[in-house]
């Protein structure tokens, strides 16, 4: 069975940039995941999709991140405009159900110089 | 406010010197407590849940058990390849999402 997907994998950009990330979860699942992980911290969670419909966005600053998940498959993640303390590894996850065990993506590392 | 606690932050085992992780949580209920294992560079992979208090489970060198307070990852005998941050995080009631801990960076020197 194939795993989440992210990409990419890496990504450097400037301060005030913009930058998306993309999910694929694994088939099936309807619940979706986006964590923010810092060096040295545990993930933090970012938003968090029911098929289409957003269950917790209660910690993404959306000043300036968004998320959206179209047809209750695939997601992205952007920022806009980036901040230095935005450099972390974004993990994405999905569940079958809200209370399942989430299976993790292995990340996209960025770094806002 | 869920709180995760995780101890040592950093542990240097020789190999096949047993010890324990700790992950101490404070939550309103509690409907599950994870661990994942994370290897540098790569997302957390799922290894354990535990529900309720007195349970236990095993997988190969590795045993998680939980009390109401806290967890423990029991490592017996580890090999190098063990050498990984465990993550810990606890799911409460009504709730979704993960409360993950800072984890703990383990290293088993061959």
């Known amino acids: 069975e194939a795993g989440v997907a992210q990409s990419p994998r890496y990504k450097i950009i400037e301060k005030r940039q913009s930058v998306a990330f993309w999910c694929n979860p694994i088939?099936?699942?309807?619940?979706l995941y986006w964590y923010q992980q810092i060096l040295g911290q545990g993930p933090k969670l970012l938003i968090q999709?029911?098929?289409?419909?957003?269950?917790?966005d209660s910690q993404l600053p959306k000043d300036r991140f968004s998320a959206e998940r179209l047809k209750g498959v695939d997601s992205t993640l952007k920022i806009q405009p980036a901040k230095l303390e935005d450099s972390a590894v974004y993990l994405c996850?999905?569940?079958?159900?809200?209370?399942?065990?989430?299976?993790f993506g292995p990340g996209t590392r960025l770094l806002v110089l | 406010e869920d709180q995760v606690t995780q101890s040592p932050e950093a542990l240097r085992l020789q190999e096949g010197e047993s010890s324990s992780l700790n992950c101490s949580y404070t939550?309103?209920?509690?409907?599950?407590l994870f661990w994942y294992r994370q290897d540098p560079g790569k997302g957390p992979e799922f290894l354990f849940t535990?529900?309720?208090a007195g349970e236990e489970k095993e997988k190969e060198r590795l045993k998680a058990t939980l009390t109401k307070k806290e967890s423990f990852l029991h490592i017996t005998a580890p090999k190098p390849e063990d050498s990984a941050t465990y993550l810990c995080?606890?799911?409460?009631?009504?709730?979704?999402?993960?409360?993950f801990g800072q984890g703990t960076r383990l290293t088993i020197n061959p």
């Open positions: 996850a999905s569940s079958f159900g809200g209370r399942e065990t989430q299976y």
């Open positions: 088939s099936g699942h309807a619940t």
């Open positions: 999709f029911q098929n289409n419909g957003v269950v917790d």
């Open positions: 939550v309103s209920g509690l409907r599950g």
């Open positions: 535990l529900y309720s």
């Open positions: 995080a606890v799911q409460a009631p009504g709730a979704q999402k993960l409360v």
